[in-house]
């Protein structure tokens, strides 16, 4: 089992920036690919950003892209999420997921998941 939790989350104007954290507690955190989901009220959840174990390979969602970045310390077990030139779109409970493949954008690739946290940007 791994356990997930997120932070970071908050109220931000567009145009800001925004960083949320996901420590993992649990088996082993650098066997684990990370990813980041989003849920935006009365819409399904959607792949945010991804990166595999070592933290080399990332993927993005074409609308994140050049703004977001992924990134994970595997000495403090901890995923990241650093958010930039938000906007109000971007407003969603914010998801950490692990999964024990290969770094995807299917939510079925992963096993565990955070309780989420809320992103809010005014514009």
């Known amino acids: 089992q791994v356990q997930l939790v997120e932070s970071g989350g908050g109220l931000v104007q567009a145009g800001g920036s925004l960083g949320l954290s996901c420590a993992a507690s649990?088996?082993?955190?650098?066997?684990?690919?990370m990813g980041w989901f989003r849920q935006a009220p009365g819409k399904e959840r959607e792949f945010v950003a991804a990166?595999?174990?070592?933290?080399?390979?990332?993927a993005y969602t074409d609308s994140v892209k050049h703004r977001f970045t992924i990134s994970r310390d595997n000495a403090k077990d901890t995923v990241y999420l650093q958010m930039d030139s938000l906007k109000p779109e971007d407003t969603a409970v914010y998801y950490c997921?692990?999964?024990?493949?290969?770094?995807?954008?299917?939510?079925?690739?992963?096993?565990?998941w955070g309780q989420g946290t809320q992103v809010t940007v005014s514009s």
């Open positions: 649990g088996r082993t955190f650098s066997r684990y690919s």
């Open positions: 997921a692990a999964g024990s493949n290969y770094y995807t954008s299917a939510e079925d690739d992963y096993d565990y």
């Open positions: 990166i595999n174990w070592s933290g080399f390979n990332t």
